[in-house]
Each structure stands twice: as C-alpha cells, then as structure tokens.
C-alpha cells in the first residue's frame, strides 16, 4: 500500500515556498493518511531551485520543469509559475498522468481553462486549485452558518479584495501588468479570491455588470537582473517606462442564479490595504461579516438574538470548534495564519488522492469561476449587462 506520494514544485518564488512548507506540515499536523516526498524542484533560475531545494528538503533541483514530468518517482506536481505557464505546464503534467495542484487564476482566458478542465476530466486524476482563503475556518463557518439557514435566506452579497502592492507608481513593470502574461490586472490576480467567495457561499452566478480602471498607466522597466518578481517596490529600475496593459480596479454588480443580488470590488492600487479580502452576507434573519486582515474573527448578527438596545454584531473567536482550526491549536482566539490555510489546502488534497472527499476547487470549479471572470471583462469593455456561459 502506497503511503507517500512523490511531489514535484515548479517555482521557488513566495507561493512556491508557501506550497513546500505546506506540503512538509500537512502530513504532520492533519496525519493524513498519505504522505508527501519532496522529490525534486523547478525553476527557470538553477541557483534559486538549488537553494530551494537545500531549504525545504526536496531530494532534487532542476532548471527544466519538464524533468518533473519525467521522473517515475513525481506523482504530483504543484505549478506556482506565472499565470501564461499554468496551461502548458498543467496540460503536460497532466498528459504524463500526474495530480496537479495549480495556484490561481487557472488560466489567461476562459476557454483555456475550460481546456484544462476537459484535459484533467480526461486524464482520471485529481486536480486542486489554490484559492486558499476558502480553508478559513471563519470562512468555512460562514458557508456553514448559511447552509444551516443561520440568517436566513441570503439576500445579498458583497465583496471586496483590496490591496496595495501597486499603489506606488515606482513600483516597475512586471509580467502582472501585461496581457499576455498574466490576463487580466487586479481581477485575476486578487479580485479572483472574493470571486471564489461568492461563488461557494453563495452559488453561480448568472449576468455580470462591471467597470474597469488602469490608474497608473505607465510604470518604469526594471533594470537589467531585476526580473523577477519583488512587491516591497525597492527594485533598481531604467529611465524606460512600458504600458501597464490590464487594469488596477474592477467593480462589478453580480446577479445570481438564484436571483440574489451582489457586487465585488478589487483593488491593487489601495493605498494602507494588505490584505482586505472581506465580504459581508445578508439575510432575512441576521448577517455575516469577515474581513482576512482579522481572519481569525467572524462578525455575526442574529436578529432573534439582538434585541432593543442589545441589537448589534457579535464577534466569534475562531477556535478548535470551526474546522480545521483545531489541528494546529487546542485553544480559541490565539489565532491561524496565511501559511496555514495552505497547509489545510494540501492536506485536503492528499486526502482526496488518498480516496477522501474530491478536491475543492478542481479544475472544474475554477473554469466556472474563469467564466465568470471574463463575462467581467467583456462586461466593462462593452458597457452592458453580460451573461455568465455556462
């Protein structure tokens, strides 16, 4: 009986040491029942999966992803490259039989998600992609306050991710801002995760109505051995400047299937916002609030509960009560972080390989949300109500 299944990472950068770390605690801290080889890590830069490798464990490094493809020993393999490598690295990862594990967004386009989707219905295997704010578990107690009808009827949704790591206009160019690498702007790359939101707490969605800004037009080029990717905006730069190609803010009104009205907003250029991935739910018996810069509180508002002068929202501490907080923590209120939600990621997919619940969001789920996503874009583009395809 297989008790270990061979990992290979493709990317070293922040999200590939959030994926090695995860895949070296999610065995220990959920003891799952398969386990997780560090087999052998890739990136376009040796040196960088040299020291990663030296790091984290992995038995191997390699400036080829494709030797990943390759090895017998690799069951899995984790993509965090920029988003215009996550189709053919995914389609050949797939193609030679492995389990993919893909950070968002799937893909450039809806259609080359709804390939990769077909490929990994094809393929037999089990997918997982990274929208990892949905392994909170004030998160996961929100779908479970509204599942169990806590408030109500939900009756409207909203939505916001903001942040402000390209709020400086020193900050230089980078493959996010450029179409062909990275699809759309502040969507794509944050916005994508209140999407995921919506969508699991609420459903479908059916029509879109958005709008979209580029604030910061142009931004300068990065100097000669400045390209990867830095978000403290310290990089060296030229005295050339490119077009930033997508947009830095989206908004848009959400109706969906089941009639209930939302909105989202996102942001890359929000100046004071690290990391605010908040929503608010509303229904006919009370309310729901979360905000991920507080990711260990959940606001609650039950009518039948707020009475008079005590009418308001309450504040529940996350603890061992709201899975899976318990795994890392026997007492409430002391509170989880980013890294951890990964960990919970990854150990609910080894889980699923291993013959448990199937992974949340698959391939399938996420091209539903690329859907979405770009009936956004053409929303904002042609000025008029679109309809999600399905």
């Known amino acids: 009986m297989t008790t270990s299944i061979g990992v290979g990472l493709i990317g070293t950068g922040f999200m590939g040491e959030c994926h ?46 494709q030797d990943l493809l390759a090895d017998p020993k690799i069951d899995l393999v984790a993509i965090t490259s920029p988003n215009l490598l996550h189709k053919p690295m995914a389609l050949a990862a797939l193609q030679a039989g492995k389990h993919v594990y893909c950070e968002k967004p799937l893909a450039l386009n809806a259609a080359d998600a709804a390939e990769m989707a077909a490929a990994a219905a094809q393929a037999g295997v089990h997918t997982m992609v990274g929208y990892n704010y949905l392994r909170s578990p004030a998160v996961a107690f929100a779908a479970q306050l509204i599942r169990d009808s806590a408030i109500g009827r939900v009756t409207y949704f909203r939505g916001v991710s903001d942040e402000d790591y390209m709020a400086d206009p020193a900050v230089p160019m980078s493959w996010r801002c450029r179409r062909d690498q990275a699809g759309s702007g502040a969507l794509g790359d944050i916005g994508s995760h209140i999407l995921s939101v919506a969508l699991h707490l609420v459903g479908p969605v059916a029509e879109v109505s958005a709008d979209q800004k580029t604030v910061i037009a142009e931004r300068p080029l990065p100097a000669a051995g400045e390209g990867r990717e830095r978000r403290d905006g310290a990089a060296a730069t030229t005295s050339g400047t490119a077009t930033v190609e997508n947009e830095d803010q989206t908004h848009a009104l959400l109706r969906f299937a089941d009639g209930t009205m939302g909105t989202v907003a996102t942001s890359r250029v929000a100046w004071g916002r690290k990391n605010h991935l908040a929503f608010e739910v509303f229904g006919t018996e009370g309310a729901i609030l979360f905000d991920q810069e507080r990711m260990n509180e959940l606001q609650l508002y039950d009518r039948a509960l707020a009475p008079g002068d005590r009418n308001g929202f309450r504040t529940v501490l996350t603890g061992p009560a709201h899975p899976h907080y318990g795994a890392f923590s026997p007492a409430a209120g002391h509170g989880l972080g980013f890294n951890d939600l990964k960990v919970i990621e990854v150990a609910q997919l080894l889980d699923a390989i291993a013959g448990g619940p199937a992974a949340y969001p698959d391939f399938a789920a996420a091209a539903a949300l690329e859907r979405v996503s770009e009936a956004i874009g053409r929303s904002a583009a042609e000025r008029r109500w679109v309809g999600v395809e399905s």
């Open 20 to 65: 090695a770390l995860a895949f070296r605690a999610a065995p220990a801290v959920f003891r799952t029942r398969l386990g997780a080889r560090l087999e052998a890590v890739a990136d376009i830069d040796a040196g960088a999966a040299r020291r990663a490798a030296d790091r984290f464990g992995f038995a191997r490094a390699t400036g080829d992803w």
